[in-house]
């Protein structure tokens, strides 16, 4: 990154902070809390190990359900872009399950499989898994027939015939659901967990609702921010580049 966008990064950060505390200076609310009052809370809530541990908690389900949507969706979706019939069959499964709400889908799931971890889990998983199937499905059907047609010619294995002709291709796309998923997933997710569990970022913000506590509501929501930015930086980010290194 050159020194221009550094600058311009910083700057844009650090005029959103000056606008922050002038509003929360000007308003003197209590439910506007100033940027040094939400780092405050968020270091004391770390020091407790409160924000740690709920943060993992919610991390660990974004982990399960992602990586679940993620295979489920990636094979269905090559599947569905590959087999017309299968396609034609599914797509009115696909329309009903794109538009039933979140919100829905958590309640019926808590109803039908109890206040349990499995049904949160599966509740995050059945919304994130349409989206995903789509995405791919579409970059299955953009697949270029005639690379198709020269490596079954080459008499390639399926094994090399998916990583060295389908999956580059797919990439673009494999990563629009990355990002899309793991943005909609811990949305979904603070939902479930404000509906029907015990711990997690989404039951630590439903008690500062409850309280009217918007500091804490600001730090928590920051910090699971950040550690969703720094997934980007430190994962996403370095699998792009090395999935297009042959581009260059």
Known sequence: MSLRKIFLSVFSLLALLLIWQVLATSLNSYTFPAPMLVVKVFWQACLTGQLPY?????LLRLIVS????MLLGCAIGIALGRKRDLDVFFDNWLVVFLNVPALVTIILCYVWFGLV???AI???????LPNVIVTIREGTRTLDQDLMDMAKSYRLSKRKIFFEVIWPQLHPFMMGATRTGIALIWKIILVVELLGRSNGMGYQLHLFFQMFDVASILAYTLAFVAVIQLIEILILKPLDQRALRWRR
Not at 54 to 58: A, D, F, M, R, S
């Open 66 to 69: 992602f990586s679940i949507a």
């Open 122 to 128: 599966l509740a995050v998983v059945v919304n994130k």
């Open 117 to 119: 971890e499995s049904a």
């Open 54 to 58: 709920h943060l993992g908690v919610t």
